[in-house]
């Protein structure tokens, strides 16, 4: 999902991909809730998600696969939603979810253009926030937009990730308090690596000029295709792809020393989603949620929504809120000391913590897993059908075939068309059958 044009991965991210399953989910609760085991695998397996996603965004270094392993964490709160029974609070977070992750993935794309004028077309390079930094001097809309995304997903008041994501954490806690922590430390920890992301790829000294990093990530690259096998793809040509000579004129462009802001049809996309990321949180405060009067489950009636909002509890609210927001600062002052005041490093932290660090890098080895598992024991399966495709199946039509020959040549000497010889035979079936029932 990550892997193609940013506006296609700004579309599933924002909605297709996390949709369907959270959708499903709600159409299917009428189902679910009167169910509770069925309730509780929904809400830990949302939970897990959420977790898992976070940790592994905190080490990936493509800025597009953060903001992606960030979806997977978000769709798992989502579904934890609707697992502790808040229907409404998790659509109301795959509504507000969709404004700022769509703005967060068109502003990736932002950046890998800006840096594609320094880097050329290299997708390694481009995307790589090691190679980025100080990019808010020279793209100010991009990197304001993205602030706003990061603030929003952090779950930073009055930012529409705060209330959507207090809301879930609110029923949580209600719900089962171990769900709630979950939920709690990885609100910290998306808070941590979206300001990771930020303050690598806008903050500081810019890098796309330090050729020892262009060599290094390039190495690494290299290194980590030859070790999964995955060459790189020859281009396409040919109609609906490129013409002839169109990648030497790209390979051939000036390259400048500086990125630069990307032009308003890339850049007012992001302006409009900024207002919603901001704004868009208010139809769903607790004392006043437009929101779920307008999508409440199909098990309450409205008048029953209308009676449980107007017994809010300041109080309550204010506890729920003020531990989320305490959390995600923490994460926020972690990712300044070490991000932006360079007070703490990270490269110590990971050496210190290396088994956990590399669990993160390498996704929790699902993909190792998934290889050996699915791709390597498939191949083992069918080498197996394979063998008995070509000693049984074959054999068996093969032996048929040999039978037939066989029996073919056998009957050839035996019709000859010489009455005496069938005369002979006859007498001869005859004189077996006299035989065999004298003696029996």
Avoid at 95 to 116: P, Q
Avoid at 187 to 205: D, L, Q, V, W
Avoid at 296 to 314: G, I
Wanted: charged letters at 15%; aromatic letters at 12%.
């Amino acid at each position: 999902a990550m892997e193609g044009p940013t506006p296609i991965s700004a579309l599933i991210h924002a909605a297709t991909m996390v949709a369907a399953g959270v959708f499903l989910i709600a159409r299917m609760y009428p189902v679910f809730e009167n169910v509770p085991a069925a309730m509780n695998v929904i809400a830990f397996t949302g939970a897990l998600t959420a977790f898992l996603g976070a940790t592994i965004a905190i080490t990936q270094n493509d800025i597009k696969k953060g903001l992606a392993y960030s979806t997977i964490s978000q769709l798992g709160y989502m579904v934890m939603a609707m697992g502790v029974g808040a229907y409404s609070a998790g659509l109301f977070h795959l509504m507000t979810h969709a404004y700022f992750k769509a703005m967060l993935f068109l502003g990736s794309g932002s950046v890998i253009h800006g840096m594609e004028a320094v880097v050329g077309h290299d997708a390694v390079l481009a995307q790589d926030i090691r190679l980025m930094g100080g990019l808010r001097k020279y793209m100010p809309v991009t990197g304001f937009t993205f602030l706003i995304g990061c603030l929003a997903i952090a779950g930073i008041p009055p930012f529409a990730g705060f209330w959507s994501k207090d809301e879930i954490l609110g029923a949580a806690f209600a719900a089962n308090p171990f769900l709630w922590f979950i939920g709690w430390v990885t609100a910290g920890i998306t808070a941590f690596y979206m300001f990771r992301m930020y303050f690598s790829t806008f903050e500081g000294k810019f890098r796309g000029n330090d050729e020892k990093i262009k060599v290094k990530l390039k190495n690494a690259a290299a290194a980590l295709a030859q070790k999964s096998g995955t060459a790189e793809l020859a281009p396409n040509f040919g109609p609906g792809a490129m013409k002839k000579g169109e990648l030497d004129s790209h390979s051939h462009d000036s390259h400048s020393h500086e990125p630069h802001e990307s032009p308003w049809t890339m850049s007012l996309p992001l302006v409009v989603l900024a207002i919603p990321s901001m704004l868009i949180g208010l139809v769903g405060t607790p004392y006043a949620n437009y929101f779920e009067q307008f999508i409440f489950p199909p098990s309450e009636t409205l008048a029953e929504v209308m009676e449980k909002a107007a017994e809010f509890d300041p109080h309550e609210f204010y506890v729920m809120a003020g531990s989320s927001v305490a959390v995600s600062v923490i994460g926020i002052t972690f990712a300044v000391l070490m991000y932006l005041a360079r007070k703490i490093d990270p490269s110590a932290i990971a050496k210190n913590i290396q088994p956990l660090y590399d669990l993160s890098l390498n996704k929790w080895y699902f993909d190792d897993i998934y290889h050996r598992v699915f791709v390597l024991g498939l191949r083992r399966v069918a080498r197996q059908v394979m063998e008995v495709d070509f000693r049984v199946v074959d054999g068996a039509v093969n032996l048929t075939g040999f039978f037939t020959l066989v029996s073919g040549e056998g009957l050839k000497y035996l019709e000859n068309g010489r009455v005496q010889f069938y005369a002979l035979i006859v007498f001869g079936a005859v004189l077996g059958l006299v035989i065999f029932f004298g003696v029996t």
